[in-house]
Nanobody, 127 residues
Framework: QVQLVESGGGSAQAGGSLRLSCQAS???????MAWFRQAPGKEREGVAG???????YYTDSVKGRFTISKDNTKDTLYLQMNSLSPDDTAMYYC??????????????????????WGQGTQVTVSS
C-alpha cells in the first residue's frame, strides 16, 4: 500500500507561481506518477504524467507553464506551476501506478490507470 500526501497548494495571483509536492510512502522510482486536477462541476483532468525513466507528458493547456518532476531520493513528486491563470483553479491530486499502464504515452491522463491517490491540495488563482 502506497500513501500519497500532497502539499504546496494555496492562493496565487494570475501570472504567479506555485510548486506542489507529493510525498510518497514508497519508492517513487518504481512508479508511474501523475498530477490530476478537478474544478467544481468538472471532470477530473490529467495535468501531467511522468514515467520511471523520466519521460514526461502534459495536457495542452499547461504545456510551457507547468513542469512535473520526481526526486527519487526523497520519494517526492513535484509540479512546478508558472504563469498561473484563474482557469488553473482546482483541487490537485497526485496519483501513482505500480506497473506501467498500457500505452502510457497516450493513456497517462486516464484516472483509471492509477491505483493510488492522494487526498488533494487546493489551488486558487485570482485575476
Amino acid at each position: 500500500q502506497v500513501q500519497l500526501v500532497e502539499s504546496g497548494g494555496g492562493s496565487a495571483q494570475a501570472g504567479g507561481s506555485l510548486r506542489l509536492s507529493c510525498q510518497a510512502s514508497g519508492n517513487t522510482y518504481s512508479y508511474w506518477m501523475a498530477w490530476f486536477r478537478q474544478a467544481p462541476g468538472k471532470e477530473r483532468e490529467g495535468v501531467a504524467g511522468i514515467e520511471t525513466n523520466g519521460l514526461t507528458y502534459y495536457t495542452d493547456s499547461v504545456k510551457g507553464r507547468f513542469t512535473i518532476s520526481k526526486d527519487n531520493t526523497k520519494d517526492t513528486l513535484y509540479l512546478q506551476m508558472n504563469s498561473l491563470s484563474p482557469d488553473d483553479t482546482a483541487m490537485y491530486y497526485c496519483a501513482a501506478a505500480p506497473t506501467r499502464p498500457p500505452y502510457y504515452s497516450v493513456s497517462w491522463p486516464r484516472a483509471i490507470r492509477y491505483r493510488y491517490w492522494g487526498q488533494g491540495t487546493q489551488v486558487t488563482v485570482s485575476s
